[in-house]
């Protein structure tokens, strides 16, 4: 319950971990059908703005384990399936 102060990079790499790349996330995302899907394709999204905003935070091998997380399924949870139904576009 106390305040505390953390950088930006730890804030960033914080939510990429925790939520964008973290297989329980996206596991809960997929029950949420078409909405879960959404929240998921927000992260290329923000992860665009943090880098034209802040270059130096988003690195090259953010971008590589997110297509290693949501194309090529690094997880085994079916993406492909669950995208081309839940939300083809």
Known sequence: GEARIETLS??????????????EWIKGMKASGYNGARYMAD???????????KPDLVRDRDWEAVRDVYL??????????????????
Do not use: H, V
């Open 10 to 23: 730890r804030f960033y790499a914080r939510e990429r971990d925790s939520r964008y790349l973290n297989p």
């Open 72 to 89: 090529r399924d690094r997880y085994d949870l079916g993406l492909d399936r669950f995208f081309a139904e839940a939300n083809p576009a």
């Open 43 to 53: 992260l290329t999204d923000s992860m665009l703005l943090w880098e034209a905003t």
